[in-house]
């Protein structure tokens, strides 16, 4: 057994009629990967199974299969009252599932599985391993524990999440156990080359250019390692708003710059509203940043949004960077 609440996740779904899956707001590979496996390992099963997202799913996860079944909904106006269970994947905090901090959760029965540390465990049943590079990596030893069989279908959507979270097994904490999953998943069938032509080589024209923008915008902080680009709404307008383009360009690019720790990408995404993308290049915790600007996430790539306007978000953002910075 990899885990003992698996027994447990397994009965409260057995005891469900229809289940509601989340994929988080501003969805990646492993929110949508990992939600989109359990929905096929839920629908083996014979029992209805939904997934719904507070935004529309980035293009280029539009290739895995059932993608564009999933619900963009409004959580403001959902109604829940015909599930009876909610599995929430991959989400530290409930507004990470909503988009919305001020969104009330639901009456409704909540298993929270997630590889987040700063997850405090916000539903009914929590399942939080930390150890692990991604949700689509604790699903798999949750599928283990269950005994189910995964067809090459389910294992692209596994292997797409670990792919995503992992930079392609770049990032820290990355060792042999996830490599053995991802052999296994190859083994059950797994489309290694479809994932990384869909997910990594198939950037929009324009998206190149937002990516140029944010390079001409880098600007280098030698008294505390790091590089930061801040890109306002109207160039953000411009080149397409594409939502997944600023977490893309935050992990090519902001922790490659010789003798930087970190680096962060801010983007401006609605007006004086600040999205922030730390990424760490060295064994630097970025997610004190965010954590102390409101947001969340991992050690190595964090997150956080800033409301104000534009200059001032920017310089309250860089104050708090400064702030846990190593000073040279
Ligand atoms: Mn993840």
């Known amino acids: 057994m990899n885990y ?12 469900a009629k229809k289940i509601l899956v989340n994929c988080h707001r501003g969805p990646d590979g492993d929110s949508v990967g990992s939600a989109l496996a359990i929905q096929s390992v839920i629908d083996n099963m014979g029992i209805k199974v939904d997934v719904i997202c507070p935004n ?12 564009n079944n999933v619900k963009t909904i409004d959580f403001n106006e959902f109604d829940f009252s015909g599930y009876d ?13 909503t988009g919305d901090e001020k969104i009330k959760k639901p009456d409704i029965k909540m298993i929270v599985i997630d590889h987040h540390f700063t997850n405090v465990g916000f539903g009914d049943i929590n399942l939080i391993d930390s150890q692990v590079t991604s949700t689509a990596e604790l699903l798999f030893k949750i599928f283990v524990d269950w005994k189910v069989k995964l067809n090459s279908d389910i294992a692209t959507k596994l292997l797409t999440g670990i792919l995503s979270d992992t930079g392609c097994f770049q990032y820290g904490g990355v060792g042999k156990p996830t490599f053995e999953i991802a052999g296994e998943l190859l083994s059950l069938g797994a489309s290694k080359d479809e994932i990384v032509f869909n997910t990594f080589r198939s950037v929009k024209f324009e998206t190149l250019k937002f990516w140029g923008k944010v390079i001409e915008n880098m600007q280098y902080d030698t008294n505390h390692s790091f590089v930061w680009s801040a890109i306002p709404l109207s160039v953000y307008k411009e080149y397409g708003e594409d939502s997944s383009s600023k977490e893309d360009v935050a992990n090519l690019f902001s922790p490659v710059v010789k003798d930087t720790d970190f680096g962060l990408i801010m983007v401006e995404i609605d007006k004086d509203v600040l999205a922030i993308s ?10 004190k940043i965010a954590k102390d600007l409101g947001g969340g996430g991992h050690i190595a790539a964090s997150g956080a949004k800033v409301k104000g306007p534009f200059d001032e978000a920017v310089e309250k953002v860089l104050t708090a960077c400064r702030k846990y910075a190593k000073k040279n």
């Open 278 to 287: 730390f990424r760490a290049r060295s064994n630097f915790d970025v997610s």
């Open 56 to 67: 529309q799913l980035p293009a280029d996860l539009l290739f895995l299969s059932n993608s």
């Open 85 to 97: 269970l909610f599995i929430i994947l991959d989400s530290s905090t409930y507004g990470m599932v």
């Open 4 to 15: 003992p609440e698996s027994q447990l996740i397994l009965e409260e779904i057995k005891k």
